[in-house]
């Protein structure tokens, strides 16, 4: 098993910043990938972002590439999600989620463990 909590989260204005945090226990070695979902009010769970604990690999969706910074400090089993200039549709409830193999997936069918999740709300 492994528990996932995500913080972070709040109210900002368009063009401004927060960072989440997702702190994973358990039996975080079999984490190898770490992904960030997010999901908005009638709309599907979509991918944000992901890393491979081990290599560092990152991969982004293009809504938020060069805009979101995923990164992750292995001893304190925590993956951040730092996102700047953010937009209105940025708002959403965001989910770390964890799966057992080093390929980076787009999928959330592919992740097996889910925070609680965060919600994140940019006013215009």
């Known amino acids: 098993q492994v528990q996932l909590v995500e913080s972070g989260g709040g109210l900002v204005q368009a063009g401004g910043s927060l960072r989440l945090s997702c702190a994973a226990s358990?039996?975080?070695?079999?984490?190898?990938?770490m992904g960030w979902f997010r999901q908005a009010p009638g709309k599907e769970r979509e991918f944000v972002a992901a890393?491979?604990?081990?290599?560092?690999?990152?991969d982004y969706a293009d809504s938020v590439k060069g805009r979101f910074t995923i990164s992750s400090d292995n001893a304190k089993n925590t993956v951040y999600l730092q996102m700047n200039s953010l937009k209105p549709e940025d708002t959403a409830v965001y989910y770390c989620?964890?799966?057992?193999?080093?390929?980076?997936?787009?999928?959330?069918?592919?992740?097996?463990?889910w925070g609680q999740g965060t919600q994140v709300t940019v006013s215009s």
């Open positions: 358990g039996r975080t070695f079999s984490s190898y990938t």
């Open positions: 989620a964890s799966r057992g193999y080093s390929t980076l997936s787009h999928s959330y069918y592919d992740y097996r463990y």
């Open positions: 890393i491979n604990w081990s290599g560092g690999i990152t």
